[in-house]
């Protein structure tokens, strides 16, 4: 290659490098536009939902996506979760930090119980998210919050039988309690991403599951999981299955009248051969 090609070479190189960079810009405002544009939606959603019993609960216990992250113990507490709520900082500031950072977000989650029996204590928990880039990669990182486990749940909350137990080892039941929390929906609320193996598993993706899927889709899982009214009168339009069949004339079947004639004309046949 002659220098005058390297030469075009390099500037064609450096000129798509500022294309890219203009591309990711495009991209972060378009997309923060569309957050502008809906987060007020969602927010008149969010009303709506609450006069909608157990949606939530419905939308998240029968997704089986879901079912994949947390324990089979922790369903029936989901039935005390009133709302859940993503917001995005960006849709309602224009400051350079908020554009820079606008895929940050946090998830609310209310827990609402009827009475003092509840099976999880009435409260409402933000947990809040940031996106970075480490190892060249996009991932999300979070500040651990704290939730009050429900009381049939706490022998198995990992933060508690830590600070029962602090400077002493942890008796082979107790290691197998703290397991069995840490695979509980409660503990993903102290997930950070920044300890694996050592935490709630998956947290990142069980995180990207609610924001991408489950929150924005809710209103399609939840018709999807309500039982079909037409199930019940399946069959009950069917037709008469003789109405307009053929009837079968084989000789077995045939009419009585057609017998005797053709009996008739065998014996006149014969007659006439002798």
């Known amino acids: 290659m002659s220098e005058t090609e390297s030469q075009k070479l390099q500037k064609s190189l450096e000129e798509l490098a500022l294309w890219e960079k203009g591309m990711s810009i495009a991209e972060r405002d378009a997309e923060v536009y569309r957050l502008k544009r809906t987060q007020k939606q969602y927010e008149a959603r969010r009303d709506i939902l609450k006069s909608i019993p157990k949606f939530w609960y419905i939308v998240l216990a029968e997704n089986d996506d879901f079912a994949e992250y947390v324990s089979v113990e922790d369903l029936k507490y989901l039935e005390s979760i009133e709302n859940l709520y993503v917001y995005y900082p960006v849709a309602e500031s224009d400051s350079e930090d908020a554009i820079e950072h606008y895929k940050d977000f946090s998830i609310t989650i209310t827990f609402s119980g009827d009475s003092k029996d509840a099976l999880v204590p009435t409260q409402e928990v933000t947990k809040f998210f940031k996106t970075i880039f480490k190892d060249g990669e ?137």
């Open 138 to 274: 996009e991932t999300i990182i979070s500040e651990p919050v704290d939730i009050e486990w429900p009381e049939e749940l706490k022998q198995i909350n990992p933060k508690l039988i830590k600070q029962e137990n602090k400077g002493k080892t942890l008796t082979k039941e107790q290691k197998a309690n703290y397991r069995s929390g840490m695979k509980s929906f409660f503990a993903w609320f102290a997930w950070t991403g920044e300890k694996p193996g050592k935490e709630f598993r998956d947290g990142e993706d069980l995180t990207r599951l609610i924001v991408d899927d489950l929150y924005l889709n809710a209103l399609k899982y939840y018709v999807m999981a309500l039982p079909n009214e037409d199930d019940d009168s399946e069959g009950s339009d069917e037709e008469d299955s003789s109405e307009g069949e053929e009837l079968d004339l084989s000789e077995d079947d045939e009419p009585e009248n057609s017998k005797r004639s053709a009996d008739a004309t065998s014996e006149q046949d014969a007659k006439r051969q002798k």
